[in-house]
């Protein structure tokens, strides 16, 4: 927002690309779960070009993405997120996008040494160097701690207009914000996708571990955002809901995994992934008994669906916590 608004007050037209890769943190956790209500639901991308009164392209780059997840050149991060490749990749996808509709350069809200290891001085010029984009890519909350680029050149743009934020510290940005009257933005801590986070890169890991190979479609990496993952063994794991979000989240993938569901009391839903035994389901069945309203009674009855809509009710004790190894987990 800061950086457009930099650039959009010196008179140049800018309209905004958004990459959805899937595994993008706004949108759909916040969307699924129910608590948070007070937290708008919104798509974030759309917003913020409603606020600045620009176009916004959301360019789906599901696919191609995949080789960047699955063979980084500059490797990940402290998990799964192969943040300097993302940005080699999105930055010549803009390119690309240019090129085709006749803009001139590309703009950034990139600032030196913000991320360990995207945004280091070292870096940025890989960046430009191996999307091609050259000296037509503008940072402009930090151009002026960098070579000068075409725009700036060319006298698009007046350099002494741009910033020369750097470092970790996000106060610059803030004071920033509210000159410009900037008041409501996207929280700038953390990462912007699932990738930087640990417990969601450890799933991703022991997904790829059962199939024995790295692979994965949408639906799964949107699956590894919800509930509880239970691995009992190497063959199958579960995905518990953990509230009513979830539950109706995941009761749309029921012709796509079979599933279980309490029918004696109020519980979650549950799919199971993989191929498990007769004995696997009672044992998830009983694993999903646990976290449902009847944990304290000697039994509960739930309904074992397969995905393609047939049922059997099944009668079980729900595991004791004791008994659930912390390792399966996931
Ligand atoms: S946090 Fe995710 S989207 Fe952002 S640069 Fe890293 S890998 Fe790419």
């Not at 899937?22 to 913020?48: M, Q, Y």
């Not at 913000?114 to 151009?143: F, Y």
């Not at 190979?213 to 949107?222: F, N, P």
């Not at 995905?239 to 599933?259: D, H, K, P, T, W």
Request: proline content about 5%; some cysteine.
């Amino acid at each position: 927002m800061l950086a457009t608004r930099v650039v959009q007050d010196q008179g140049v037209h800018v309209e905004g690309i958004n990459f959805y890769t899937g595994f993008c943190v706004e949108g759909h956790t916040h969307a699924i779960r129910k608590r948070d209500r007070s937290r708008p639901k919104r798509n974030n991308a759309l917003w913020v070009a409603e606020q600045l009164g620009i176009k916004m392209h959301i360019v789906d780059i599901v696919d191609e993405y995949k080789q960047v997840v699955f063979n980084p050149g500059y490797g990940y991060g402290a998990n799964l997120n192969p943040c300097l490749d993302c940005k080699i990749f999105m930055v010549k996808k803009a390119r690309e996008w240019i090129e085709k509709k006749g803009f001139d350069f590309v703009i950034t809200g990139e600032v030196v040494g913000q991320r360990p290891k995207s945004q280091r001085k070292q870096t940025m010029p890989i960046v430009q160097r191996d999307s091609g984009i050259e000296d037509r890519l503008l940072r402009p909350l930090c151009a002026r701690n960098l070579t000068e680029t075409l725009p700036e050149r060319e006298g698009w743009i007046d350099r002494d207009r741009l910033y020369n934020f750097s470092g970790r510290s996000r106060k610059p940005q803030m004071t920033l914000a509210k000159e410009l009257g900037l008041q409501d933005y996207a929280q700038p801590a953390g990462g912007c996708c699932f990738l930087t986070d640990r417990s969601y890169s450890v799933r991703l890991q022991d997904m790829w571990n059962a199939r024995g190979e790295r692979r994965y479609e949408l639906d799964d990496i949107m699956l590894l955002k919800v509930g509880r993952h239970i691995r009992p063994a190497p063959h199958f794991k579960l995905i518990v809901s953990r509230e009513e979000g979830e539950g109706n989240f995941l009761r749309g993938y029921r012709n796509q995994y079979s599933s279980l569901e309490l029918t004696s009391h109020g519980g979650p839903l549950a799919l199971l992934d993989g191929v498990p035994s007769t004995d696997d389901i009672n044992l998830a069945a009983r694993i999903v008994g646990r976290y449902s309203q009847g944990r304290d009674s000697p039994r509960i009855t739930l309904d074992f669906r397969t995905s393609r809509g047939q049922i059997t009710a099944l009668h079980v004790a729900p595991m004791n916590p004791d008994d659930m190894p912390d390792d399966w987990l996931i």
